[in-house]
């Protein structure tokens, strides 16, 4: 459970944070996240859990395509033909998390949680998960225009569910 989030997760997202962390600990394998729209929420939850936060190495807030491109290495030509928002960015973020952390799991997220540009869908949503010796796995989800917040643990649902997936079929 949670510490410091509970009061203010979902039942079912508390639940899946904890498989993640307890698929890891039983793989030996530690976690790594990239996320853009969801601004660190997916590390926050798999840091809060007492006695199992170990099993997190580390995560990237990477908002910007500078961001992206500097702490990542996603090519900068993959920001300006397909923009942030896009399955080769999000393979590219979790790929790169994966390569300059050393974690064994890598997750990505890179959407439009709320109200973006006049040709940018709210909620559109890419999600990556790169394993080490396992091909990167990609979804890409269409919550709606159902507001940042509720959009940020629908994203939480589909992270969480992608790195215990990635966690236990490497």
Do not use: W
């Given at each position: 459970?949670?510490?410091?989030?509970?009061?203010?997760?979902?039942?079912?997202?508390?639940?899946?944070?904890?498989?993640?962390?307890?698929?890891?600990?039983?793989?030996g394998v530690s976690l790594a996240t990239a996320e853009s729209c969801t601004g660190g929420l997916v590390a926050s939850v798999l840091t809060d859990v007492e006695g199992r936060s170990h099993a997190f190495e580390r995560g990237y807030v990477v908002y910007t395509d500078d961001a992206k491109a500097d702490e990542l290495a996603v090519?900068?030509?993959?920001?300006?033909?397909?923009?942030?928002?896009?399955?080769?960015?999000?393979?590219?973020?979790?790929?790169?998390?994966?390569?300059?952390?050393?974690?064994?799991?890598?997750?990505?997220?890179?959407?439009?949680?709320?109200?973006?540009?006049?040709?940018?869908?709210?909620?559109?949503?890419?999600?990556?998960?790169?394993?080490?010796?396992?091909?990167?796995?990609?979804?890409?989800?269409?919550?709606?225009?159902?507001?940042?917040?509720?959009?940020?643990?629908?994203?939480?649902?589909?992270?969480?569910?992608?790195?215990?997936?990635?966690?236990?079929?490497?």
């Amino acid at each position: 459970m949670t510490e410091t989030l509970s009061p203010a997760l979902p039942n079912d997202v508390e639940a899946l944070v904890e498989a993640v962390l307890t698929a890891a600990d039983r793989h030996g394998v530690s976690l790594a996240t990239a996320e853009s729209c969801t601004g660190g929420l997916v590390a926050s939850v798999l840091t809060d859990v007492e006695g199992r936060s170990h099993a997190f190495e580390r995560g990237y807030v990477v908002y910007t395509d500078d961001a992206k491109a500097d702490e990542l290495a996603v090519p900068p030509r993959l920001l300006e033909e397909h923009g942030a928002v896009s399955e080769p960015v999000a393979r590219a973020m979790a790929e790169g998390a994966l390569r300059t952390s050393g974690a064994g799991v890598a997750l990505a997220v890179t959407g439009f949680a709320g109200p973006a540009g006049p040709d940018d869908e709210p909620g559109r949503v890419h999600f990556a998960a790169a394993a080490a010796g396992a091909p990167t796995v990609h979804e890409e989800h269409h919550f709606g225009d159902i507001g940042r917040g509720p959009c940020r643990i629908e994203c939480l649902r589909v992270a969480l569910r992608m790195m215990h997936s990635a966690v236990t079929n490497r």
